[in-house]
């Protein structure tokens, strides 16, 4: 099992690129399957921690990206994204994201956010409820009203998604998806 991991891990191109958003740009991690992210699976968006970026992700973007296109953005003032004027509020980030989502063409989304994320999370799905499908998070942060998205609380400690090994959580993960 572990050498089929490591197999279908190393299939996955993970690349990085900047997108443009409100704030000027965003730097964006992604994983594609190794069929470029044709006839994949629904794309799934990780929204990192206060502390963190989107490269926090990409233990689980190797894993989850084997049948799904994977964006791991660092939020507006986080690692090498642009930030607003001020410190970045809970809804500059998910306006931020909901421009990535225009500049990627994305139709619709599964979003996983951890800490401060799962918060952006939570906005982004109240602001665009037809393109988010589901919402997973890990973190202690609840929902203000309770989203019309499927909704999954993987663990309250942030680094599970970040420590190795990731794969349990990967299963847990992709059960809740393709359910």
């Given at each position: 099992m572990a050498a089929k991991?490591?197999?279908a891990a190393t299939a996955v191109s993970l690349r990085r690129t900047y997108v443009d958003c409100r704030y000027g740009q965003l730097h964006?991690?992604?994983?594609?399957?190794p069929s470029?992210?044709?006839d994949e699976r629904t794309a799934l968006l990780y929204?990192?921690?206060e502390d963190g970026t989107g490269a926090d992700f990409k233990a689980c973007a190797t894993l989850l990206g084997t049948d799904r296109?994977?964006?791991a953005p660092d939020l507006p003032g986080s690692g090498a994204s642009d930030a607003p004027a001020g410190r970045p509020t809970i809804s500059n980030c998910a306006a931020a994201a909901a421009d990535l989502l225009d500049q990627l063409r994305l139709r619709e989304v599964d979003v996983i956010g951890c800490g401060r994320g799962a918060l952006v999370a939570f906005e982004l799905a109240a602001m665009r409820p037809r393109e988010i499908r589901r919402l997973l998070y890990v973190g202690k942060q609840q929902p203000a009203a309770t989203p019309s998205q499927p909704l999954l609380h993987l663990?309250?400690?942030?680094a599970t998604?970040?420590?190795?090994?990731v794969g349990l959580q990967v299963a847990?993960?992709?059960e809740f998806l393709d359910a």
């Open positions: 991991m490591r197999k964006l991690a992604t994983a594609f399957p470029g992210g044709f929204l990192h921690d296109s994977v964006y663990d309250e400690d942030c998604l970040t420590r190795e090994p847990k993960i992709r």
